[in-house]
T-cell receptor, first 113, second 110 residues
Framework: DGGITQSPKYLFRKEGQNVTLSCEQN?????MYWYRQDPGQGLRLIYY???????QKGDIAEGYSVSREKKESFPLTVTSAQKNPTAFYLC????????????FGPGTRLLVL | AQRVTQPEKLLSVFKGAPVELKCNYS??????LFWYVQYSRQRLQLLLR??SRESIKGFTADLNKGETSFHLKKPFAQEEDSAMYYC????????????FGKGTRLSVIA
């Protein structure tokens, strides 16, 4: 464990509110990822970044936004456009894309008030 | 298109019984396959990858290109094996993320 951290552990969102989930890594990894984990749905890719200042949409990017201004950080914003945000969010990093081992953070559980 | 299918959402076995978690994939090239595991209250982590050809915690997985499968096996299940298991695939282009299956929850009954 260690090396990749996520905060907060729990996050509550009110209707119409944007919230930002933090992801930091000190593994010197170029690639970072955000996944959403729902029961029975497995891991679904929201966004990924291959390198600083670059990111790509995953399978379920609608209602989410990201930035990659620093190598170590890849924050995810859940916007008010995301109508069903309640889920467990996982951040991961790897040396690069492709067949590289991904290292996961502990996750953030987002709940809607 | 790359796709990973794990046909079982839940698999229950008795302690000491053999375990096989199924994984089938769809990919036209030469893939690399992985198994990730998430134990209760722990992070998702790599269990094994086919290219390493190693046994981790008694688990093995063989890539069968003819059947496009990468089933995870263990001869004698232990209670501590209870977890969520994900199969993942990487294409040989090297510039796309891993594709994960929907996962199988393994429950080992004492």
């Amino acid at each position: 464990d260690g090396g990749i951290t996520q905060s907060p552990k729990y996050l509550f969102r009110k209707e119409g509110q944007n919230v930002t989930l933090s992801c930091e890594q000190n593994l010197n990894h170029d690639a970072m990822y955000w996944y959403r984990q729902d029961p029975g749905q497995g891991l679904r890719l929201i966004y990924y970044s291959q390198i600083v200042n670059d990111f790509q949409k995953g399978d379920i990017a609608e209602g989410y936004s990201v930035s990659r201004e620093k190598k170590e950080s890849f924050p995810l914003t859940v916007t008010s456009a995301q109508k069903n945000p309640t889920a467990f969010y996982l951040c991961a990093s790897s040396v690069g894309l492709g067949p590289r081992t991904q290292y996961f953070g502990p996750g953030t559980r987002l709940l809607v008030l | 298109a790359q796709r990973v299918t794990q046909p079982e959402k839940l698999l229950s076995v008795f302690k000491g019984a053999p375990v096989e978690l199924k994984c089938n994939y769809s990919y036209s090239g030469s893939p690399e396959l992985f198994w990730y595991v998430q134990y209760s209250r722990q992070r998702l982590q790599l269990l094994l990858r086919h290219i390493s050809r190693e046994s981790i915690k008694g688990f093995t997985a063989d890539l069968n290109k003819g059947e496009t499968s990468f089933h995870l096996k263990k001869p004698f299940a232990q209670e501590e094996d209870s977890a969520m298991y994900y199969c993942a695939l990487s294409g040989n282009s090297g510039n796309t993320p891993l594709v994960f299956g929907k996962g199988t929850r393994l429950s080992v009954i004492a």
